[in-house]
């Protein structure tokens, strides 16, 4: 997988109102599969919403695919190149699944009807509607909409997948279809997936960018996010007071994150331990790489 | 009639369930498909006949068979519901696909013509999903159900008058196209799928004028509604005559492009207006023009009607009248591209667009100066109107009466000349020249401007010895009692106050009754000489056999006369011929009485006779 990165960000900035989303941000993603993390109101929303043409930055540059979005030209040839899943995607629920899809294929310039109709077929059938494709989108379920969501995304196969939040909604075997999917249909692709699921990035993401407060704060593998919680996560069968994070596991035992508890068994950081060790660091403080 | 009322649309819904089994096939469960689909539309429709049903009054024997219509599209639209919700959808696990997919190769990008067709396919296709279309599409079949079945009997006008009538008969449907398209554009943003869309290549102009295409819909809807509206007149309505003229085709051409212009409203109002009563606000003021057009200067002339959207019909015959038709069509296909530019301008305004809007604007502005000019020849209409003579073909009926009409209505002078034979035969050779002519039946000042100046201040009047003709074929109906009337010196028309002559008492009231009856059937001829309302405190309504409340009779007599004529009339018609005949001079003067003619015919006396009060009639 080549590394010279698709799309690349230098000194992004973007506010509303008095509310500052996005801080001088430098960031560069390369094709395969880029991981954002962040708590709600980190900015990892806005930046997909830049690059996905939604938005246009106040400040920075950007070049996505090559181009400038900012310019017309270069916005069009991105949205051309380009299938995006927003986080709360709206859907015409007096539509079929086949017309939506459809709709957004025309809009995607598919003009001859035979090859687009054959293409929403195709994509449907990817996230497994193929049966339901007739059904109003109204009538199905939450995590059947967000299927059809990631369906019109995958409308000719695209170079850039942005897509915000995608599994929310999904039961954790869909999630997994999820992965399968993604692993396939985006081979290639440069693909941004915000998530608050560490363990799809975990099982996904070959580089991953962790946002707080509008900054970037760690950008590297999720081996190296995880490796930033070596040797401070702790299991314990009792909850320690002075611990950073702790929290009952499944087992009955309790996790650590901080100094060890008395008696506690030191355990293999993951990636949510790595996040958490570093959402826990001041806001202020420099972003850390692998 | 009944039964099909209802057989039809039940089939309907049959074949539409029907096809979305087929659709869905045999595994799946009948899904919602084209007849869950249809569910907004068919309860638009049901909506608009329950309209109609209650308009229709409590007496109206019409309310059963439009009655049957809404419980037929009732019953299916309930049916469509129950099919929408029942298949609601369980959730699904999400299996790995059998195989790997090969994508189709992406195409080169197509033009912005190519995608904006394709959006207006679906968009034509959504217009049928929308309720307030289906409230359109309703009465667009409601009137064709009363125009063209129910009332189709009672149309009495010219083919050519009757036409004009289409873009009032479109405007239900162009309202409803207003609200649908509106709803359309809007659609994105209520449903939070703008975000979505704005990442798509194509852009917001394309999307408009993909809104703009599914104008094709309404206005293959109406072209069919309204040729199939008229054809279906053709064979029901017996009394419509006259012949179509070229403008007619304008009538029908602007009723149509009417449904662009509903369309084009409704994507500009979403396009510039974030309200969502807009579209209502804006059908309220077009409505509100095009009536106040329709009544600037009333009575009289009125050359602004012409840039209403559902101009006035104008009373004269349309003979008489230049409407200016063709440049009222393009005063709508310019103020609908007036309309389309504006919607086009919200996310463009280069010189293609602003030139379109230019050009189409400056069409407005001709066309305005076209409706409200003068017409093409005015001294031909004058001519008609102070010479009917050189424009009407005559023909005798009988005796001494001869009946003449315009030369483009000469389909009803065999129809008149039916009715007005038998009169004329059962008069005595001694009775003078008759004429039934048509004339200019308005004021003058209905007349346009340049046809009045060549005619001076007054309208000319007819010969002593002419009775006018009107253009209504049901006034025409009374041409046998014009007929006797005028051969026993009766007025044929009240006089200036509008009341009628009382002739309550006289010998000639009850000839005139019996004359008139010549030709009809027994039946018919009873209830010549019958009041509505026997029974009446009234003596004038009990005198009177007219039962239209909005018509003022000439001539109004007692019930004793009409009890007398009812008398007369069953005797056989020579017996009564002989006396008529031999002492008509007598008959004549109002001074012989009813009785007096019945004791001539061996027939008992009927007075005393009601103390008639003259007074003016017809106050609808």
Redesign the interface.
């Known amino acids: 997988m080549t590394t010279t990165p698709t799309i690349s960000l230098v000194g992004v900035s973007k506010g509303f109102g008095s509310t500052i989303a996005l801080d001088h941000v430098d960031a560069a993603f390369a094709p395969g599969i880029n991981g954002l993390l962040g708590p709600n109101g980190a900015g990892k929303t806005t930046m997909l919403?830049i690059l996905?043409?939604?938005l246009p930055a106040d400040q920075g540059r950007l070049d996505v695919l090559g181009v400038d979005p900012t310019t017309g030209d270069g916005r069009?040839s991105v949205?051309?190149r380009?299938g995006?899943?927003?986080q709360?995607?709206?859907?015409?629920?007096?539509f079929s699944a086949f017309?939506f899809v459809?709709?957004?294929a025309?809009?995607?310039?598919?003009?001859?009807?035979k090859?687009?109709h054959?293409?929403v077929r195709?994509v449907l059938?990817?996230?497994?509607?193929d049966?339901?494709m007739?059904?109003?989108i109204g009538?199905?379920?939450g995590?059947?909409r967000r299927?059809v969501g990631i369906a019109?995304a995958l409308i000719?196969?695209p170079d850039l997948l942005v897509l915000d939040e995608p599994t929310a909604g999904?039961d954790p075997?869909?999630r997994l279809?999820?992965r399968?999917l993604l692993g396939?249909e985006a081979s290639g692709a440069t693909v941004l997936l915000s998530t608050h699921q560490t363990d799809d990035v975990a099982a996904l993401c070959h580089n991953v960018v962790v946002l707080l407060s509008g900054q970037v704060r760690y950008t590297g593998t999720p081996a190296g996010l995880a490796a930033l919680a070596e040797g401070r996560v702790w299991l314990a069968a009792d909850r320690d007071l002075r611990a950073e994070l702790a929290w009952i596991t499944g087992e009955g035992r309790v996790r650590h994150i901080g100094d060890p508890p008395a008696g506690a068994q030191l355990v293999e950081p993951t990636v949510e331990d790595g996040y958490l060790v570093l959402a826990g660091h001041q806001a202020h403080a420099a972003p850390l790489a692998s | 009639m009944m039964i099909l009322v209802i057989l039809v649309p039940a089939l309907v819904v049959g074949v539409l369930r029907l096809i979305s089994y087929n659709r869905s096939g045999p595994a799946e469960p009948v899904g919602p498909g084209v007849l869950a689909r249809a569910a907004p539309m068919l309860l638009g429709m049901a909506a608009v006949g329950v309209f109609f049903f209650v308009m229709l009054g409590a007496e109206s024997t019409s309310r059963i068979p439009v009655l049957g219509l809404v419980l037929a599209l009732a019953f299916a639209a309930a049916i469509s519901f129950r099919a929408r919700h029942r298949s609601t959808v369980a959730e699904r696990s999400w299996s790995a696909p059998a195989s790997a997919s090969r994508p189709a190769e992406r195409p080169t990008p197509a033009s912005s013509w190519s995608v904006s067709r394709a959006l207006g396919r679906v968009e034509s296709r959504q217009l049928f999903q929308s309720p307030w279309f289906g409230v359109g599409l309703g009465f667009c079949v409601l009137l064709t159900v009363m125009f063209g079945v129910l009332f189709a009997s009672d149309n009495g006008s010219t083919w050519d008058g009757y036409v004009q009538l289409a873009p009032w008969l479109a405007h239900p449907l162009v309202g409803m196209s207003v609200l649908a398209a509106h709803r359309a554009v809007t659609r994105a943003r209520r449903d939070h799928a703008d975000e979505l869309f704005d990442t798509c290549p194509t852009d917001a102009t394309t999307r408009t004028v993909g809104f703009l295409l599914s104008a094709v819909t309404p206005v293959l809807i109406l072209a069919v509604y309204l040729s199939l509206l008229f054809s279906i007149n053709v064979v029901r309505s017996p009394h419509l005559y006259g012949p179509l003229s070229a403008d007619n085709l304008a009538d029908v051409l602007a009723a149509v492009a009417l449904g662009a212009g509903g369309i084009t409203l409704g994507v500009a109002l979403g396009r510039w207006v974030r309200f969502a009563l807009a579209p209502a606000v804006a059908l309220a003021v077009v409505l509100g023009v095009a009536l106040r057009l329709n009544s600037i200067g009333d009575p009289g002339w009125n050359p602004w009607a012409a840039l209403s959207t559902a101009p006035a019909v104008p009373d004269p015959a349309p003979i008489f009248i230049d409407r200016a038709a063709w440049w009222h069509l393009a005063w709508v296909v310019a103020l609908t591209c007036v309309v389309g530019a504006l919607a086009l301008a919200r996310h463009r305004r280069d010189g293609k667009v602003v030139g379109f809007g230019l050009a189409a604007a400056a069409l407005a502005v001709i066309s305005i100066v076209g409706t409200t000019g003068s017409p093409a020849d005015p001294e031909l209409i004058a001519s008609r109107v102070t010479d009917p003579g050189a424009h009407q073909r005559c023909s005798a009926a009988g005796g001494s009466v001869r009946v003449c009409v315009y030369r483009q209505y000469g389909e009803v002078l065999e129809r008149l000349i039916d009715q007005v034979g038998p009169v004329a035969r059962a008069l005595p050779p001694t009775v003078g020249p008759i004429t039934l002519r048509q004339r200019f039946n308005g004021q003058l000042g209905d007349l346009q401007p340049a046809v009045r100046r060549p005619i001076g201040t007054d309208l000319p009047g007819g010969l002593k010895d002419e009775v006018t003709l009107g253009f209504d074929i049901f006034a025409m109906d009374d041409a046998g009692f014009d007929v006797a009337f005028a051969a026993l010196g009766l007025p044929t028309e009240p006089d200036r106050r509008r009341i009628p002559t009382v002739v309550a008492g006289q010998a000639r009231g009850v000839i005139a009754l019996w004359l008139a009856a010549r030709g009809m059937t027994p039946d018919e001829a009873r209830a010549l000489a019958t009041s509505p309302d026997p029974g009446s405190p009234d003596a004038f309504e009990r005198g009177t056999p007219d039962d239209d409340p909005c018509h003022t009779p000439s001539v109004v007599w007692s019930a004793q006369d009409l009890h007398a004529a009812r008398a007369v009339i069953g005797l056989p018609a020579a017996e009564v011929a002989q006396v008529v005949i031999s002492g008509w001079d007598r008959w004549k003067d109002p001074a012989s009485g009813t009785d007096e003619l019945l004791a001539a015919l061996g027939l008992p006396g009927v007075g005393p006779f009601d103390q008639v009060e003259p007074r003016p009639a017809g106050t609808c």
């Open positions: 919403r996905a043409t939604v069009l949205r051309r380009l995006y899943l927003p709360e995607p709206g859907f015409h629920r007096q017309d459809d709709y957004v025309i809009l995607k310039e598919w003009a001859d009807r090859t687009r054959d293409e195709r059938g990817l996230v497994d509607l049966s339901v007739h059904k109003r009538q199905l379920s995590g059947m299927r019109q000719g196969r999904l075997e869909q279809r999820f399968e396939t």
